[in-house]
């Protein structure tokens, strides 16, 4: 890699990070500590394919584990309850538990090889991954539009796998509670997490192959806010400060629950969109405005 000015012949290969870290800091002042970091793991790790896929394993696991724990605190604390959206249905320590180890499978089998294989796919279609980061505005604009790219992909592809045949065979392992909660998010078969999990690695190597510009930490952010996203909407705790009260448009925990409670309608997964404008949203209310929009129509017919 090119991204420092230190060349690799600098480095003796029996240094340990930190001693690589030195010298790239020494070398490399106008970067900032993260950027510094970031520059010597690759520089240690002397392969790039096994640094990102090792990095980005180790973010998954930390960032997916680490954000459901908050709710399994609360979860034992009574106050959260008034937020909780079935809290006749509150989780068991044992199924959160056998749901974290089907969960932990998952990652290994399902989606370690997808995790694995995005850097030689990501770099044939030139990501980059070097030093200096790109700016924070440049990153919100691109993470943006992968929200809305895999939430159009997981709409279609989740509807999709709520027919009969490919429900049964497939997505009813999702559906295993009717209350989810935050492990829940990724409790899926292995089919269903490689399918879905398509949108949200192949998006931004569609972005990539459009645009010709990606960087690697845009996808991490990406996928840590999505994780967080996936989270937040099977928590089951719908609280006065989710984003959904100041963004609209935004799914939340209201919007996916509804669909775990009832099994259909609300496919889409950070929008709402999708199903207000294909009729597809769940919930009493969207029932009550399709059977008034039944009814005004028949009167309508009778008129004539």
């Excluded at 952010?221 to 400060?241: C, E, K, M, N």
């Amino acid at each position: 890699m090119d991204f420092v000015n230190a060349t690799a012949s600098t480095f003796n290969q029996t240094q340990d990070y930190f001693g690589v870290l030195e010298e790239v800091s020494k070398y490399n002042v106008h970067l900032n500590y993260f950027e510094k970091l970031w520059a010597a793991w690759y520089m240690y790790m002397q392969n790039d394919t096994l640094a990102t896929g090792i990095m980005s394993f180790l973010m998954h696991e930390i960032v997916y584990f680490g954000r459901c724990i908050p709710f399994m605190i609360m979860d034992k604390i009574p106050y959260f309850h008034q937020y909780k959206i079935q809290p006749q249905k509150m989780p068991t320590l044992k199924e959160q538990w056998d749901c974290a180890a089907i969960v932990l499978i998952s990652h290994f089998t399902a989606e370690l090889p997808q995790i694995w294989f995005f850097h030689p796919i990501a770099t044939y279609f030139g990501i980059d991954y070097g030093v200096p980061f790109p700016s924070l505005l440049k990153m919100a604009v691109t993470i943006s539009v992968l929200f809305v790219m895999e939430d159009t992909w997981h709409y279609w592809f989740h509807r999709c796998l709520h027919y009969g045949p490919l429900y049964k065979a497939i997505h009813k392992m999702h559906h295993t509670y009717s209350a989810p909660f935050g492990l829940a998010a990724e409790y899926a078969s292995p089919i269903e997490t490689m399918l879905l999990g398509l949108g949200v690695v192949g998006s931004p190597v569609l972005y990539l192959k459009i645009t010709g510009d990606l960087h690697l930490l845009t996808m991490y952010v990406w996928i840590t806010l999505r994780l967080f996203q996936a989270i937040d909407a099977h928590s089951g705790y719908d609280f006065p400060w989710s984003l959904r009260h100041f963004l609209p448009v935004w799914a939340g925990a209201d919007h996916h629950d509804e669909h775990h409670e009832r099994f259909i309608g609300n496919y889409a997964s950070s929008f709402r969109w999708w199903d207000y404008m294909l009729d597809t949203e769940a919930g009493p209310e969207a029932h009550r405005k399709r059977r008034e929009k039944k009814l005004a129509k028949l009167r309508s017919q009778k008129a004539q």
